[in-house]
Every structure is written in structure tokens, then in C-alpha cells.
């Protein structure tokens, strides 16, 4: 039953969803309309209908020689597909993908505040994904709900382990930043479910459990506890290590962790903080560039695929300014390849080479910081971004609202490396 002032926020929600849906009808026509210039050749109304940042940058003859160009690039315009679209990082891309005598672009717009294109782009249409979904087999696997417990921190979770396996290895998969789930959840993908299904069907298990800043949020650390990554990340990890060598049928001498993104930045501190209880560490998409520089890069790049005038500055600053001081401090202090560096225990670093949040840079700085290491072995995967979905070009964050899964040679170099063979490069 709603009270009046129910009934009121609903009324007020419902208006302002509908609003949301008239704007995106709107710039579907405002697409539309920047299209048929474009195809056209009217340069003069694609001018006027472009924003500031376009018009700094083009004049309208170029504008309007755009599309004369790419036809002959790739031949005669032969038809068009659907208006679609597609939100992230708090933008809309309006696209439609075309088909030519000699192959297929994806024409690509957004628009201000104020209706007015700020990206007019041809791009190539991303293949089709070829990577198998990874589905839960039931007659060699099993799963079963557990509990991480960091005192009285308990978090939700899923133990997926092989029913033909003695004596098996247990991986733990440690999440990135933010408050994410047990399957790491971004759009329709569930990268950490499908390493699990398809880590458990070649005899390894699997722990994977929901971030303790998804559970309690801003109760995330004790009382008057100032709150640090040992509370958004190790702690709990060292929890789920201690829970991993008390499973039946888990060998307590095979206990591995994954660190993706910042996971894999804090894998090392892990790692050192076991007192040797662990038998090999995976960092994947791992960080090595300090946090607000990679913060910067990010922006960056981001800002770029919008065409705005990037205030990079004032944006790291902010963001930093919001983060507990315990937390900035330990950020700034904690050299994760200095400390693997240190570890004698075999590691592993995996990276996508498509990857704009941690990039080759990052990939550089670990092989550079650990090339005198014999315990570590390296392997990047030029189809692979952030989330390991295979693609080609630059990644952009529009793709992770598209389903693709984790490639299974993913998780067949996880597997080699539980079993102390070489990877294969």
C-alpha cells in the first residue's frame, strides 16, 4: 500500500523515466539526422548541428567530404542496419552499422547537453565473438554456498569444486575496485563465474565470494577503524585462504589466488602476509602504475572517445580528496613490484593487450620489475580487455555491455600454471 508520499516519489520517478526515454528517442532522430547529412555531403548542416569541440576541430568541406571518402575506401554504400545504443560511464554512443562493396564500418555519434554531436566516427564492426560460453557442468562439478569471515565480517559465497578430484587445487578469485559481487558482474558479463566453471571442470576449485564493500558498504571497517585496502581487499582474501585449507578433499598444499585489477595489485601483500601458505599467486590485469596515474591515463582516454576538453586535474584531485586518508596513505606507500619482487613463491602475470584501464605500460612495468625473478612466467592476449572479452581496435568501456566470455585458453594457462608446466607464449 503507498502513502501520499509514496505515491509522490513514484510519480516523480515515473516522470523523470519517462523523460529519460523522450531524450533517447530524440537523439535516435538527432542520429538519424546527423546520418543522412553526412551522407548527403551536406557539410554546412552537419557544421551547425556539431558541437563546439567538433567544429574547433573540422571545417564543414571536410565534414561534408566524410562520407565520399570512405566510399572509396570500401566501394559503393550498399545498406544500413538498426539504430542501437548503448550507456556507459555515464554517456550514450548512438550507432548503426553499414555495409559497403568492400566491407562493414559502424557509424558512431553522441550528442551534449544541448543536442549537439560531439563525435562524428566511422569505425570497423567488431567480429563476432568466437569465444564458447562457458557453462556449468553438472555431472563433474558441483557448487555449494560458503561463508568468508574476517571477524564479524562475514561475506556470501560460492565454493565450485570438481566431484572426479581427490585431492584438488583451490584458487581463490579476488575482485577489482568498487563494490563488486562474487561473479565480478559488469553488464551481462560475469568474467569470475566463468573462470570458476571453467576452472572446476579441469579439476580445480574455485572460491569466489561478494566484496565486503558490496555487503556492508560504508560499514566496511570497524568502528572508528579508519578504512584501508587491507579492509576493502586483504583482509578478507587472508579469510578465504584460511577457509580454503578446511575444505574436504582440497589439498592445503595447493592454495592459489587471482587478483584481478586491483586483486592482482594487492596479490602480492597477499601473498607475503601468508606466511608461506599459498603455492602460487595469478595477477591478472594487475596495476603497476601508482593509482593517480593511472587514474589520469584513464581520464584521459575516456574523455577522448566523448571529444570533450579533458580538466584531468581537477578530476584526479577530487577523486582523491574523497578517499579516506588511511586509504590515500596506503596508496601511496604500498609498492606492489617491489614487494613480488621479494616472494619466492611462483607467480603468474596475465595481461590483455586491449586493456584501457590497466595497459601495456602496466604489463611493461611487471616484466621490467621482475625480469631477474625465476618463480615468475608472463603472458599477454592481443584479443583480450579488461574484462578478458575478445575484441579487436582499442577497447572502449560500451563494449562491456555486450555478453562475451572468458576464452577458455584463459583458463587453460590458469590450469598449466596450477600444475607447474610452462606457459606456452
Known amino acids: 500500500m503507498y502513502s501520499k508520499t509514496g505515491s509522490f516519489l513514484l510519480g516523480i520517478l515515473l516522470a523523470a523515466c519517462c523523460s529519460s526515454v523522450m531524450a533517447q528517442d530524440a537523439n535516435v532522430q538527432r542520429a538519424q539526422q546527423v546520418y543522412d547529412f553526412m551522407v548527403a555531403g551536406q557539410g554546412d548542416s552537419l557544421y551547425v548541428y556539431s558541437s563546439e569541440e567538433v567544429r574547433e576541430k573540422v571545417i564543414p568541406e571536410v565534414l561534408g567530404d566524410t562520407f565520399k571518402g570512405v566510399e572509396k575506401q570500401y566501394g559503393k554504400y550498399v545498406s544500413a542496419g538498426d539504430w542501437q545504443q548503448v550507456t556507459a ?3 550514450t554512443l548512438y550507432f548503426r552499422d553499414l555495409v559497403f562493396e568492400k566491407g562493414e564500418l559502424r557509424f558512431q555519434t553522441m550528442f551534449n547537453d544541448e543536442g549537439k554531436a560531439k563525435l562524428l566516427w566511422f569505425a570497423p564492426v567488431p567480429p563476432k565473438q568466437t569465444a564458447t560460453p562457458v557453462l556449468l557442468d553438472n555431472k563433474t562439478v558441483k557448487e555449494k554456498e560458503i561463508e568468508v569471515c574476517d571477524g ?23 575482485h577489482g575496485s568498487g563494490p563488486q559481487d562474487r561473479d565480478e558482474t559488469v553488464g551481462p ?7 570458476a566453471w571453467g576452472l572446476a571442470k579441469q579439476g580445480v576449485a574455485v572460491i569466489r565470494y561478494d566484496k565486503r564493500t558490496l555487503v556492508y558498504g560504508a560499514h566496511s571497517s570497524l568502528q572508528g577503524k579508519d578504512f584501508t585496502l587491507n579492509e576493502e581487499t586483504v583482509n578478507d582474501a587472508l579469510a578465504a585462504i584460511r577457509l580454503a585449507k ?20 594487492m596479490a602480492p601483500l597477499i601473498a607475503e602476509r601468508t606466511d608461506k601458505d599459498l603455492a602460487g599467486i595469478i595477477l591478472l590485469a594487475a596495476p603497476a602504475r601508482k593509482f593517480e596515474k593511472m587514474l589520469e591515463d584513464q581520464h584521459v582516454y575516456l574523455t577522448s572517445l566523448r571529444d570533450d576538453k579533458p580538466d584531468t586535474k581537477t578530476f ?15 596508496l601511496n606507500e604500498y609498492n606492489q613490484v617491489n614487494t613480488a619482487r621479494k616472494l619466492s613463491l611462483p607467480i603468474l602475470v596475465l595481461q590483455g593487450e586491449r586493456d584501457y584501464q590497466v595497459t601495456m605500460e602496466d604489463y611493461g612495468l611487471w616484466r621490467f620489475g621482475l625480469f631477474r625473478n625465476a618463480n615468475v612466467q608472463f603472458k599477454s592476449y592481443p584479443a583480450l580487455n579488461h574484462l578478458l572479452q575478445e575484441g579487436s ?5 560500451y563494449e562491456y555491455q555486450y555478453a562475451a566470455p572468458v ?10 600454471f596450477i600444475n607447474r608446466l610452462e606457459i606456452k607464449n
Open 393 to 397: 581496435g582499442k577497447s572502449t568501456p
Open 246 to 265: 578446511a575444505i574436504p578433499g582440497a589439498d592445503p598444499e595447493r592454495i592459489y589466488v587471482l587478483g584481478h585489477s586491483q586483486g592482482g595489485m
Open 316 to 330: 584526479v584531485d577530487s577523486f582523491m580528496q574523497r578517499l579516506p586518508e588511511g586509504y590515500r596513505n596506503m
Open 152 to 174: 564479524d565480517f562475514k561475506l556470501p559465497g560460492i565454493l565450485t569444486y570438481p566431484t572426479k578430484v581427490k585431492k584438488f587445487p583451490v584458487l581463490i578469485l579476488v
Open 189 to 195: 558479463n560475469k568474467p569470475f563465474r566463468d573462470l
Open 407 to 416: 576464452p577458455a585458453y584463459v583458463m587453460d594457462d590458469i590450469v598449466r
Open 89 to 91: 560511464e555515464g554517456a
